[in-house]
């Protein structure tokens, strides 16, 4: 195929071959701010010029409008994939990558040949170039500076939908400015609220402040010459982001709320319960008890077994339940460390279990501390904003949700079944277990008290109790 490739920007050049020509309008792309509608479609143009052939062309239209055209209307793509329905056509980009025939590996070949003769001209046009980027400097820098400033949100709901759809399955260019396209194909907007393209609307978040979201990493310690590092949030930061949502702060509850049903109490909720009132009771009258919930499960992340990770999220029991069962509802804390023995006599040694022990509730008191060491002549608590007032909590962790070994490892009690009290609740036998007959003075719960007594007096194993020091 003979083509003569001018570029759209300098209009100085003229190339043969496609690959030398994507590298010079690359080049000219730096130097000129694409802000119009127009300089976006020849954008996009150089691109569909180096698949510019007879064969892919075809395949590509075929595919890609058909796969387009049968995608749901705008107000509907974000639900579709909100609930899994839209799995299939998410990879609308990729299936049609995948079909590329052999023969374009030989036509690219074949535009390479003149490549040589081209690159020659891309260096003697180097002098061009600095001449027009002094020409274009004062321009850039007015338009820089705009563009360096952070921005906090995005222009509107439909931007927002677009951005984390591409962001939450990963999407590519294609697919998202396929979405784009057929969005603005079908509502008929005198203007478009979504960006030109994706690479415009990545380039708006880069501006954007996202300092809420960013996490951090702590080191918790040095382990056969390997250092464990633990990747967090802050928690205080993890709250603000719950409290900063509308919908929860507006069912947030402060205060015991007595709940009673025919004249009789009923426990729907944590701020119903008994527990919110003492705890409520033990802190000064003008505060307020802030419920916190963590959730945690080790979980494999490969087919084999061999990758795991341990998140732990945060929640809070101030939020309904119905609504603190939906997942905007909860944040992700951090990951704790899941450490390796260099061996398998290491791993099943007493030094190292007690270190794995150790090292969790090392790195819970590293995420949970800021919520309870305050300096403030006040005393204890923190302070938080919601709906633009200022609020005095006192953090209080209430509960702990998590399966049976990892209960265990949260109490410190014996991981095993056959231990004399292997509830971690109780100090009933486990002989007893099973009695319904029990009374009430014979059902000890396990709690702070006398958890750290048998830790100080040194007879955990009375308790079946871990020698560890427990955080909570």
């Known amino acids: 195929m003979s083509t003569s490739y001018k570029c759209p920007y300098c209009n100085i050049r003229y190339f043969s071959n496609r690959n030398s020509y994507s590298q010079h309008v690359n080049r000219c792309i730096n130097l000129y701010d694409v802000s119009t509608e127009e300089s976006n479609t020849e954008v996009s ?8 052939n007879d064969d892919f062309n075809r395949i590509e239209e075929r595919q890609s409008v058909q796969e387009i055209e049968n995608l749901p209307s705008g107000s509907e793509i974000t639900d579709l994939f909100e609930y899994g329905d839209y799995d299939a056509d998410a ?38 170039i600095e001449r027009l980027q ?46 784009i396209k ?17 690479e415009t609307g990545r380039k708006y978040m880069d501006k954007m402040n996202l300092s809420r979201l960013l996490y951090y990493k702590h080191r918790i310690l040095v ?65 307020y008890i802030l419920s916190i919930i963590l959730y945690s499960d080790a979980t494999t992340t490969d087919t084999l077994g061999k990758g795991s990770l341990h998140p732990i999220y945060i929640s809070l029991g101030n939020i309904p339940t119905w609504r603190r069962n939906k997942e905007d509802a909860k944040q992700l804390l951090g990951y704790l460390l899941i450490l ?28 949970l501390d800021p919520l309870f060491t305050n300096d403030d002549d006040d005393g204890d608590g923190i302070e938080l904003k919601i709906d633009n007032e200022i609020f005095w909590f006192f953090p209080r962790v209430s509960t702990i949700i998590c399966d049976w070994p990892e209960a265990c490892t949260f109490s410190l009690t014996y991981k095993s079944t056959n231990s004399n009290y292997p509830c971690h609740f109780c100090l009933v036998s486990k002989e007893n277990l099973n009695n319904t007959r029990l009374r009430d003075d014979q ?11 048998y830790y100080n007096n040194g007879t955990t194993e009375k308790a079946s109790l871990e020698p560890v020091f427990n955080y909570f």
């Open 443 to 453: 059902m000890v719960l396990r709690n702070k008290e006398n958890m750290l007594q």
């Open 223 to 287: 382990h056969n010459n390997k250092e464990y590092f633990i990747n967090y949030q802050p928690v205080i930061k993890c709250i603000e982001n719950l409290l900063s949502n509308p919908e929860i702060s507006q069912l947030f509850v402060y205060d015991y709320k007595k709940l009673e049903i025919e004249n009789e109490q009923s426990y729907g909720e944590q701020y119903t319960g008994n527990w919110w009132k003492k705890a409520k009771e033990s802190i000064p009258s003008v505060a």
């Open 134 to 179: 002094n020409e274009d400097l004062d321009v850039r820098s007015k338009s820089s500076r705009n563009e360096d400033s952070d921005v906090e949100e995005f222009p509107n709901e439909s931007y927002t939908d677009l951005m984390t759809l591409v962001t939450k399955y990963n999407l590519n260019n294609k697919a998202g400015n396929a979405i």
């Open 91 to 128: 990879s609308v980009s990729l299936e049609v990558i995948s079909n590329i025939p052999e023969r374009f590996e030989e036509i690219l070949f074949e535009s390479s040949r003149n490549e040589d003769s081209d690159v020659k001209n891309l260096q003697n046009e180097d002098s061009n």
């Open 340 to 367: 390796s023995a260099k061996d398998e006599r290491e791993k099943k040694s007493s030094e190292f279990k007690k270190l794995v022990r150790e090292t969790f509730h090392n790195s819970i008191k590293f995420l």
């Open 45 to 52: 143009e150089v691109t569909d010029m180096l698949l510019d």
């Open 182 to 198: 057929f969005f603005n194909k079908h509502s008929n907007l005198p203007i478009s609220p979504l960006p030109k393209n994706i």
